[in-house]
């Protein structure tokens, strides 16, 4: 590969980083050429874009972002390094990653994860990323929280309408008597 062609790869990814506020880094070491196609699909299949770059090449696109320090991130550039962009759902990778490893045990390995500019560093965090709640689903959870009292409020006055009108006209009734 010549300079200019890493350095147009390098400009690509760097803007590839830029647009995409998650990010996954996975170490596919040992995987045939079939698996890395199936574990394309599976991502594919839920919005996530996966690609292999040279460590290198992750590194300085990365060093180019500004802003955000990267270098924790560095020390596990080593290997196979594939690269999964998310631009929406933050965990939708972590889930993919760990719905690929029914099929093969232990397979891929999460290096490291960038969750808008939080860094997360080992194949430990993969539950915890996988749990993670997305933006659409914390704006649903807190407009039910909002919609509840409310509701509660509607509800009580609907199922007690019986009720209160009974109370209303036995006080009439026993003013006129």
Same mark, same amino acid.
């Given at each position: ?45 839920? =919005?996530? !874009? ?6 290198? $090449?992750?590194? &300085?696109?990365?060093?180019?972002? *500004?802003? %955000? ?52 560093? =080992?194949? !430990? ?6 749990? $993670?709640?997305? &933006?659409?689903?914390?704006?649903? *959870?807190? %407009? ?34």
């Amino acid at each position: 590969m010549t300079r200019e062609e890493k350095s147009q790869i390098i400009d690509e990814l760097s803007a590839k980083f830029a647009e995409n506020t998650h990010f996954y880094i996975t170490d596919a070491t040992g995987f045939t050429v079939e698996q890395v196609n199936n574990f394309r699909r599976l991502c594919f299949k839920g =919005g996530v !874009e996966y690609r292999v770059y040279k460590n290198t $090449l992750i590194r &300085k696109a990365l060093e180019k972002r *500004e802003g %955000i320090d990267y270098a924790p991130l560095f020390k596990t550039l080593h290997g196979f390094s594939g690269v999964m962009f998310s631009k929406e759902v933050g965990n939708a990778p972590a889930r993919i990653i760990q719905e690929f490893r029914k099929k093969l045990d232990g397979k891929p390995v999460l290096k490291a994860a960038s969750i808008d500019s939080d860094l997360f560093i =080992g194949d !430990e965090n993969v539950k915890l990323l996988s749990e $993670l709640k997305s &933006k659409n689903e914390l704006i649903g *959870e807190v %407009i039910s929280l909002l919609q509840s009292p409310a509701k509660n409020v509607i509800s009580a006055l609907l199922s007690g309408k019986n009720t209160i009108a009974g109370l209303v006209k036995a006080l009439e009734e026993r003013e006129t008597k």
